[in-house]
């Protein structure tokens, strides 16, 4: 069975892209939203993914970002995917995906049984879903909570594309996320940092080692 594949997302230092290729992460993700303390600039994430080693994916996340957004983000940066993560329709979705020639990955926030819809609606049209934590109601950003949810919720769940699992994960409970919901990818912002925005190496290693150890096994429901 293949490693499960790791998602750092929120870099911002050239020493956390060398912290997330040593550690063997799949995918090196950059938020571009500006309340976020993760927050970077079109010429940061550039100069950030130009240090990716081949086989690390850059990927850059968005939230309701218009064209000429994404345009000067996918002009100035190198990229591998682009991370839809706010209220972007399926019909969005699609026209991203056309415009840019890139694969798309739609994040989902989930809190209950009745947000599951959702992501079978986008995995229609998305080339992954990011399964994440709903964020609180009030809550400044739409994801990078370190907020967790129920992962019995979709314990045994199947869809149509791949997906990640999000939400709260750290190095101490990836491992138990994984065998519980069948998970093959992870994604992780605030449980490898040290404080908000500052990436810990040690964490980011830890994090990884621990997801690549884990075994799915995936309970099905009725
Ligand atoms: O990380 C942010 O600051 C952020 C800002 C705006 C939209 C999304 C954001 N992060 C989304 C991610 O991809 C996170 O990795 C995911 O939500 C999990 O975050 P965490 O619970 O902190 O591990």
């Not at 950030?48 to 000429?68: C, E, F, R, T």
């Not at 404080?195 to 690549?212: E, N, T, Y």
Request: charged share 20%; with cysteine; glycine share 10%.
């Amino acid at each position: 069975m293949q490693d499960v594949r790791v998602k750092i997302c929120g870099l911002t230092r050239a020493e956390d892209v060398a912290a997330v290729a040593a550690a063997g992460a799949a995918y090196a993700g950059f938020v571009f939203f500006p309340k976020s303390p993760r927050n970077v600039t079109p010429e940061q994430a550039r100069t950030l993914a130009l240090l990716a080693p081949p086989g690390l994916a850059k990927v850059a996340l968005v939230v309701d970002a218009d064209d000429a957004t994404l345009d000067a983000i996918t002009r100035a940066v190198p990229l591998d995917m682009l991370q839809l993560h706010g209220h972007e329709t399926p019909e969005r979705v699609q026209a991203v995906r056309a415009r840019y020639g890139l694969p798309v990955m739609k994040a989902v926030g989930v809190a209950e049984e009745a947000d599951l819809p959702s992501i079978g609606l986008y995995a229609q049209v998305a080339d992954q879903i990011l399964i994440d934590a709903k964020p609180p109601k009030g809550a400044d950003l739409p994801g990078g909570n370190g907020l967790a949810f129920d992962w019995r919720l979709i314990a045994g769940k199947r869809w149509a594309k791949p997906w990640m699992l999000a939400g709260g994960l750290t190095p101490e409970t990836v491992a138990e996320a994984v065998a519980m919901t069948g998970a093959r990818q992870v994604d992780v912002s605030s449980g490898v940092e040290s404080a908000p925005g500052l990436k810990d190496a040690a964490r980011i290693a830890a994090f990884v080692q621990a997801a690549q150890g884990a075994r799915a096994v995936p309970k099905l429901r009725g």
